[in-house]
């Protein structure tokens, strides 16, 4: 089951008079899906963003509903209107969620395409085996791997959420507007 892209912007006006023109032309346009947890989006993230977002025609950032990464921080909401607000400067970016198969949810976007990012050789693996079940799943839909600027290989949401916790300074690693989320949370019982 999925939703709709959060509020009017699911692309720009000029993303859509581009991506009518091609359909007209008969060209191919690229739409992949960016999934993942996202509790909370990194600046690491949003680096993968801008990159996928200037290689495929529209770039749908999706939040996974039923994450077995235990208790998340930040609701599926609250994840997603930071990322809405975070990526706003992106004619081609929308935000969504999902949950059940990545592959389903691909297909009912008409996406291609999935992009996921690896930091270093450690995230090889089961970058690797996740692309390779979805491609036995689904052999319609490739995985594109991007890596992100080097300043953010060592940035994941759980270190964020533990060095915040202990009082740690991320305000070089995440959003401003994540910055103030997790102040937030510490604040309220
Ligand atoms: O950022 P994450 O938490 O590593 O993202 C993992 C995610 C959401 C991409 C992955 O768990 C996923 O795609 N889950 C959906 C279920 C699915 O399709 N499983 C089969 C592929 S292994």
Same mark, same amino acid.
Do not use: W
């Given at each position: 089951?999925?939703?709709?892209?959060?509020?009017?912007?699911?692309?720009?006006?000029?993303?859509f008079?581009?991506?009518?023109?091609?359909? $007209?032309? #008969?060209?191919?346009? &690229?739409?992949?899906?960016?999934?993942?947890?996202f509790?909370?989006?990194? @600046?690491?993230? =949003? /680096?993968?963003?801008a990159?996928g977002?200037?290689?495929?025609?529209?770039?749908?950032?999706?939040?996974?509903?039923?994450?077995?990464k235990?208790?998340?921080?930040?609701?599926?909401?609250?994840?997603?209107?930071?990322?809405?607000e975070?990526?706003?400067?992106?004619?081609?970016?929308?935000?969504?969620t999902f949950?059940?198969?990545?592959?389903?949810?691909?297909?009912?976007?008409?996406?291609?395409?999935? $992009?996921? #990012?690896?930091?270093? &050789?450690?995230?090889?693996?089961?970058?690797?085996?996740?692309?390779?079940? @979805?491609?036995? =799943? /689904?052999?319609?839909?490739?995985?594109?791997?991007?890596?992100?600027?080097?300043?953010?290989t060592?940035?994941?949401?759980?270190?964020?959420?533990?060095?915040f916790?202990?009082?740690?300074?991320?305000?070089?690693?995440?959003?401003?507007?994540?910055?103030?989320?997790?102040?937030?949370?510490?604040?309220?019982?």
């Amino acid at each position: 089951m999925t939703d709709a892209p959060l509020g009017p912007r699911a692309y720009s006006f000029a993303a859509f008079c581009f991506q009518a023109g091609m359909l $007209l032309l #008969g060209m191919h346009t &690229i739409k992949a899906i960016y999934p993942g947890t996202f509790d909370p989006l990194t @600046n690491g993230h =949003l /680096d993968l963003i801008a990159r996928g977002a200037q290689i495929v025609d529209e770039l749908v950032v999706a939040i996974l509903r039923n994450s077995e990464k235990g208790n998340p921080l930040f609701t599926v909401d609250e994840r997603k209107e930071m990322i809405f607000e975070a990526t706003r400067q992106f004619g081609n970016v929308s935000v969504m969620t999902f949950d059940g198969l990545l592959v389903n949810f691909c297909r009912e976007q008409g996406a291609k395409a999935v $992009l996921r #990012g690896i930091r270093a &050789i450690s995230d090889y693996e089961y970058e690797f085996q996740m692309a390779m079940m @979805n491609r036995k =799943l /689904d052999p319609n839909v490739e995985t594109l791997f991007m890596m992100p600027a080097e300043k953010y290989t060592y940035v994941s949401s759980r270190l964020i959420k533990g060095v915040f916790q202990l009082g740690g300074d991320v305000t070089a690693l995440v959003p401003p507007l994540v910055v103030e989320r997790l102040k937030a949370k510490s604040t309220t019982p």
